[in-house]
């Protein structure tokens, strides 16, 4: 790990989230105009909505479960009733807790998002894992701006070189990219990616992951003018570089997170999750070199929330770095 600015190692992964338990998931047209992994498939109603919500707290309690099993540690906070939100589960779109204790708040697209940020969460955290807010940065007024930069899926964050990699997007302003990144002392790193049908990634983080000794990414999507400029930034790492494809992409095998964890037998390890539906998408050759990197693979089938949600295990969690 390199040292911060304090003499403190900088930490690539956290070993603490948290998570948010949701009470009114579903499908939201609202986000699906810029978000093309949405589906909402044919069933509408009370009954499939109330039948979705259902098997989406079956899947979220499943992770946690997960989670906790591999010694992650877990701030579950449950959903508010009122207003509906139908997107709670994604809290790393509105809030990110940095080490060194800088808090960040973001301008979020949607109007539907916006109730999502909650004073009561963050209390929660600092509650209960330890959290001290030493700076915070609120972004949220940028809202009336109309200008969005979404959190930890608008930013793919490299934290021991201090690299801020962000697709540029109805959701991700490059402006605020570059405020953000003065304001945490990173360096930003803009492109232009979009899918096989030419339609703007709506986040980053679908696309490219940062581990600590591994990095993957869908360089493919990005537009050719910039491929190589970012493919450059991420060797210059020197992580082990995995390149994933449009198909794998369209899988959410971008959307992964790795995390930190201790084992009484390892010490500090590393576990890398993801979705099953994330884990089916990668051939035998990626799966072994991806294991190869990183201590556990900890798969979690989360279909309900992919689908209607369009955001996999990456976006469900929003990583804690409590250390000072």
């Not at 047209?29 to 093309?36: C, E, H, L, Q």
């Not at 962000?166 to 945490?184: I, K, Q």
């Not at 198909?247 to 890398?272: C, H, K, P, Y």
């Not at 990668?282 to 949600?309: M, Q």
């Amino acid at each position: 790990m390199e040292p911060s600015e304090t003499g403190v190692p900088r930490q690539q992964c956290a070993d603490a989230v948290l998570m948010i338990r949701p009470r009114a998931f579903g499908f939201n047209p609202d986000t699906a105009r810029t978000n093309s992994f949405q589906d909402p498939g044919s069933a509408t109603g009370e009954a499939a909505d109330a039948a979705a919500q259902s098997r989406a707290l079956e899947e979220f309690d499943r992770l946690v479960r997960a989670l906790e099993s591999e010694g992650v540690t877990v701030c579950a906070v449950e959903d508010t009733a009122t207003p509906p939100k139908p997107d709670a589960v994604f809290p790393n779109n509105w809030v990110s807790f940095h080490q060194g204790g800088t808090l960040v708040l973001y301008p979020m697209e949607s109007l539907s998002r916006r109730a999502e940020r909650r004073q009561d969460a963050i209390e929660t955290v600092v509650g209960r894992l330890g959290f001290k807010v030493s700076h915070l940065l609120d972004l949220s007024h940028f809202e009336g701006e109309n200008m969005f930069l979404e959190g930890t899926g608008s930013l793919v964050l490299d934290h021991t070189e201090r690299v801020a990699y962000a697709c540029a997007s109805p959701r991700t302003h490059p402006a605020l990219v570059a405020e953000w990144a003065r304001e945490l002392h990173y360096e930003p790193v803009v492109f232009e990616a979009a899918n096989r049908d030419g339609v703007p990634l709506y986040h980053t983080n679908v696309l490219m992951w940062i581990g600590e000794r591994v990095a993957m990414i869908g360089s493919e999507a990005i537009k050719g003018a910039d491929r190589g400029r970012v493919l450059e930034r991420l060797r210059a790492s020197g992580r082990e570089i995995i390149e994933i494809g449009q198909g794998e992409i369209g899988q959410f095998a971008g959307n992964m997170l790795e995390l930190g964890t201790w084992d009484e037998a390892l010490g500090d390890s590393r576990v890398l999750v993801m979705s099953d539906t994330a884990r089916r998408a990668l051939n035998s050759e990626t799966y072994a070199r991806l294991s190869g990197c990183t201590d556990t693979v900890l798969a979690v089938p989360i279909p309900t929330i992919e689908r209607l949600g369009g955001g996999s295990v990456r976006c469900m969690l929003a990583e804690v770095f409590h250390a000072p």
